[in-house]
Structure formats: C-alpha cells, structure tokens
C-alpha cells in the first residue's frame, strides 16, 4: 500500500530561456512563471519541496539581438528575483543561455562541476524533509561555446561519490547535452545517479514532444522537461531506505497513459473494420491487428485497475509533467511582478527608440501612409477591415499591457521596422495590421492617385505571406490559409474571391473551436 503522501518533491525545470510568459496569441498558450510559482506554491503547503534548473534560464537568445538588450536585462533581473524569492530555486545548472552577457551577468550561484572558466560550486545538499538530497550539475562537451569543459564523466563521478560520503540518500544530476543520445550516453557513463533533468538546447522538446515516462538509464532515470517552462516536471519520491528508486507511475502519468491507449485503440478499431469490409485483405495481417488490440487492451484494463504500481519494499517514485496551462491557478505576487516588469521594460523600451528615426525608403521606394489616406478611395474596403480581428490587433497588446514589448509587437503593427514605416516610438498612425501589410506600403499609390501601371501596390500578397511572417505555428495554432482569408475578404474588400472560397470554416470558426477545446476560464488569480 502508497504512503498517504510523498516523503518529498522535486520540481525541475530546464531551457525557461527568458521566458516569463507566452505572447497568448494560441488557442492553449504554455508556459507561465507566476503559474508555476503557485503550482510550486500548493505544493509546499502539502509537504517538503526541491526546485532545480538544469540552465539555460535567462536568456531568449545568445547573443541577445541588439534592439532587445534592455529588455532582456530587465527580464534577466527579474527571473532571477523570482528564481531567489518566489520559487527559492535549490540548484542552478548552466546552459547557453544563460551566458549571453558573458560569466560577470550569471546574477545567481551555479551549480558546476566541470569548467575551469567560473568559480562555481560543483554540487549542492539539501535537507528536504529528513532526507539529504545531493545535486550536481555537468556540461557535455562542445555543449557551450567559449567555455572551457573539462571531462564531464570524470567530474560527475567524482560528485557521485563527494555526495554519497556526504550522506546523500539521493542523488540528483543537472546536464547540459547537444541531444537526449548525449545526455543518456553521459549518465550511463558516470553512473550511480538517481535522477538526472536534461537540458537539451535547441533539441529541448516541445510539449507535444515531451515524454510522460521518465527514461531509465543504468539504476537511475532520465527526466527532459518541455522548453520555455511551457512544462514542468514533478517527482514524487516515496524514500524508504534510498536508492534504487522504482518507477510506481502514479495517478497522472497512468491517466495521461490511458488517454494514449485509448487514441491508439480507437485507430485499430478504425482500421480493423475496413479490413472486415474488404474481402481482398489478407487475415494473417488482420489477426495480428486484432492481437495487438488485445494487447493494448489488457496494457489499458491493468493500468485502471492499477494506477500506482507500489513496490512491496524500497523507494519509489512518481512523475508528472505539468502542462503550464492558462487554467492553472497564478501567483498573485509574482503576477504583480511581471506585470511592473512590462511597465518598466516598456517605458525603457519607448526611450530607448525614441532616437532612433524609422529608416527612411530608398530613392524611388515606397513608404507606409497608414489606413485614413486608404480610405480616400477605399472607403468601402476600410469599413469591411474595421470589422475584422485585424483592426483590433493593437488594442490586443493594450489589454494585456504588452503594447510595448518588442518580442511582441511587430505583428501588431504595419511596416514594423521596414523603410517608411513605423518602431516603437513612431506609430500612431501604424498601429493595427492594416491595408499596407499585405498590399505594401502605399505612398506612391497615394502620390499618383493609384493610376499608376504597373500598380505600386500589389493585388494578392503571396501564399505563404501570412504563415511566414505572423500566422506561424508558434503564434497562430490554428492558422489555415483559406479559412483565415474568408474572414478578411467580403464586400468592399475582395467580394468575388470571396465568393470564389464558397462556404467552408473560417478562421474565427476553427479559433472559436480550439478555445472551447482548451477552456477559456483563467486559472485563480490570473488576469491573462
């Protein structure tokens, strides 16, 4: 039988690079800092808690892009407040990221063992609850650049053992890998490890990458939480009498298993009855169908009756990884944290570009007018726009205070930062994604009346416009070019393309369904 409760918990995160929030711009937007504070937060007040990061955290870029310097200062700063304050981060691994500024702006103490460059400690413990938690954190090399790695399979068995005769009933490692072939070769390497947390640059999963099964490696297990703190990893440890540690699933990984199982055998139904219904197909292959249905379905009946696999004796554990998710409860005080960061990094932001003039076109070029000269003609087209969501995409940013951050506003304006056009400081009469972002900028047009031959504008932006410079993947999950089109043409404005689309889903259609699939209600304490 489980103990009524975890003798400890391990929360661990890896490649935040800087990201205190997503743009909210999808249907199901992850990732949230003052959302996985109260997640940490609800924690703590039910038992003994351990947060650590295997790195990568300040930075979204390195090198940071010049034009978002200040800003990225700024969030530094306040990731490191709430890493010290809020989430009281235990051990601190090192990744790329994290020195885009170079080793004198680190701002918090690193856990690593094996770089000669940084004077920092090679492993951490921890009392947590009774129990001697041992972290250390190990580069791979060629993992960072400009950085002098010693052998990491040397260093991290020297701490293996540095923390065993400390005492450590666990032990934990931070590594920073190119890959997960890197990571898991390392730990199998250097051995006697009970938990290792990955961090695995540009090769971190994505959440629909995540894997919801810890990966074993040698007595220990691997864990690779999702990037940009979009999900987080939590360990429930069950110590009873210390390692080797025995994967008991638990409540949440068995649920997101079955969701699994039952996906996999809807589709084995589906394709078993077309084989039924089709005379030609071969009943060898269908009874190897139907015995992998079977199988699945008896994976599937054990793992109901039997969420939690309690070992008779010695320790066990469970992982959960948490989607950061917009119903999730947020930390007021943090919340109020990001939210003065926004304001300040904003105001700096405005100042910042206030000497900087929008480049002026080249001879003979185009520059943006903005919607009111649009209007002298295309009156028609102007009053169709008003009622689309592009004429609000300002107003967006506004409401969620975010107006001025640069990581942002770019989609929320035309002619950001081309020729004529408008930056941070100069776009009043810019602002929302108007005719010249997809017709181009319109002074010529203007100038000649729009008599001109060939047009100064043009008709139809290319295809592949929309998806390549806002509609993208990581902005707009829901983005289908027809369906999108149908919202912004109509009459006054492309009434017989229109027409030509004929009937079928618009985007406002699949925007609507995506967010009554992900829920629209916000987490406790949450204003976005």
């Known amino acids: 039988m489980a103990p009524s409760k975890p003798t400890l918990t391990v929360f661990a995160l890896a490649e935040l690079r800087g990201q205190i929030g997503p743009c909210g711009c999808t249907s199901d937007p992850l990732g949230d800092i003052s959302r996985t504070v109260a997640v940490v937060d609800q924690a703590r007040a039910q038992g003994p808690v351990l947060v650590v990061d295997a790195g990568s955290t300040l930075y979204s870029a390195s090198p940071v892009p010049p034009h978002l310097a200040v800003q990225e200062e700024l969030k530094a700063d306040l990731?490191?407040?709430?890493?010290?304050?809020?989430?009281?981060?235990?051990?601190?691994?090192?990744?790329?990221?994290?020195?885009?500024?170079?080793?004198?702006?680190?701002?918090?103490?690193?856990?690593?063992?094996?770089?000669?460059?940084?004077?920092?400690?090679?492993?951490?413990?921890?009392?947590?609850?009774?129990?001697?938690?041992?972290?250390?954190?190990?580069?791979?090399?060629?993992?960072?650049?400009?950085?002098?790695?010693?052998?990491?399979?040397?260093?991290?068995?020297?701490?293996?053992?540095?923390?065993?005769?400390?005492?450590?009933?666990?032990?934990?490692?931070?590594?920073?890998?190119?890959?997960?072939?890197?990571?898991?070769?390392?730990?199998?390497?250097?051995?006697?490890?009970?938990?290792?947390?990955?961090?695995?640059?540009?090769?971190?999963?994505?959440?629909?990458?995540?894997?919801?099964?810890?990966?074993?490696?040698?007595?220990?297990?691997?864990?690779?939480?999702?990037?940009?703190?979009?999900?987080?990893?939590?360990?429930?440890?069950?110590?009873?009498?210390?390692?080797?540690?025995?994967?008991?699933?638990?409540?949440?990984?068995?649920?997101?298993?079955?969701?699994?199982?039952?996906?996999?055998?809807?589709?084995?139904?589906?394709?078993?009855?077309?084989?039924?219904?089709?005379?030609?197909?071969?009943?060898?292959?269908?009874?190897?169908?139907?015995?992998?249905?079977?199988?699945?379905?008896?994976?599937?009946?054990?793992?109901?009756?039997?969420?939690?696999?309690?070992?008779?004796?010695?320790?066990?554990?469970?992982?959960?990884?948490?989607?950061?998710?917009?119903?999730?409860?947020?930390?007021?005080?943090?919340?109020?944290?990001?939210?003065?960061?926004?304001?300040?990094?904003?105001?700096?932001?405005?100042?910042?570009?206030?000497?900087?003039?929008?480049?002026?076109?080249?001879?003979?070029?185009?520059?943006?007018?903005?919607?009111a000269a649009c209007a002298d003609c295309h009156q028609d087209a102007v009053d169709f726009w008003k009622k689309t969501v592009h004429a609000q995409a300002w107003q967006t940013l506004v409401d969620r205070g975010q107006q001025f951050d640069l990581e942002c506003i770019g989609c929320h304006v035309t002619g950001w930062d081309k020729p004529g056009g408008s930056n941070l400081a100069h776009n009043d009469n810019l602002r929302d994604v108007q005719c010249e972002n997809c017709h181009g900028p319109a002074s010529i047009h203007v100038a000649k009346g729009g008599e001109e031959k060939p047009a100064a504008v043009r008709r139809n932006p290319p295809q592949d416009y929309c998806a390549s410079q806002c509609h993208t993947h990581e902005h707009s999950d829901t983005f289908q070019y027809e369906a999108y089109l149908r919202d912004i043409v109509g009459p006054g404005h492309g009434e017989d393309l229109r027409k030509k689309l004929g009937d079928g889903p618009t985007g406002h259609d699949l925007r609507k369904a995506a967010l009554d699939k992900a829920g629209r209600i916000l987490g406790a304490g949450c204003t976005r």
């Open 79 to 371: 990731i490191t407040d709430i890493y010290k304050t809020d989430l009281k981060v235990s051990a601190l691994g090192l990744g790329p990221m994290d020195l885009a500024k170079g080793p004198d702006a680190l701002r918090m103490p690193r856990v690593v063992a094996n770089t000669k460059d940084l004077k920092e400690t090679p492993n951490v413990v921890s009392d947590v609850g009774g129990v001697k938690v041992g972290t250390f954190s190990v580069i791979a090399e060629d993992t960072v650049k400009g950085l002098a790695i010693t052998d990491p399979v040397a260093a991290g068995k020297a701490q293996v053992a540095a923390l065993r005769q400390q005492g450590a009933q666990v032990v934990v490692a931070l590594v920073q890998a190119s890959s997960k072939r890197d990571a898991v070769k390392l730990v199998k390497d250097i051995g006697g490890i009970d938990f290792t947390i990955a961090g695995l640059g540009l090769d971190a999963p994505e959440p629909d990458r995540v894997s919801i099964e810890p990966e074993k490696v040698g007595d220990g297990w691997l864990v690779v939480p999702a990037n940009r703190g979009q999900v987080v990893s939590r360990l429930d440890l069950y110590v009873r009498g210390g390692s080797p540690f025995v994967d008991a699933v638990g409540q949440a990984a068995a649920s997101a298993k079955l969701a699994s199982l039952d996906k996999q055998l809807a589709t084995l139904d589906a394709d078993l009855a077309k084989f039924k219904a089709d005379a030609s197909a071969d009943p060898t292959f269908v009874k190897q169908k139907e015995g992998e249905r079977a199988q699945l379905a008896t994976q599937r009946d054990a793992l109901k009756a039997h969420p939690m696999a309690v070992p008779a004796r010695g320790s066990f554990f469970t992982l959960e990884q948490i989607r950061i998710n917009k119903t999730l409860a947020c930390s007021v005080p943090t919340l109020d944290k990001v939210k003065h960061y926004d304001v300040t990094a904003g105001e700096a932001n405005v100042k910042a570009a206030a000497g900087r003039p929008v480049p002026a076109p080249g001879k003979g070029e185009a520059s943006y007018v903005g919607m």
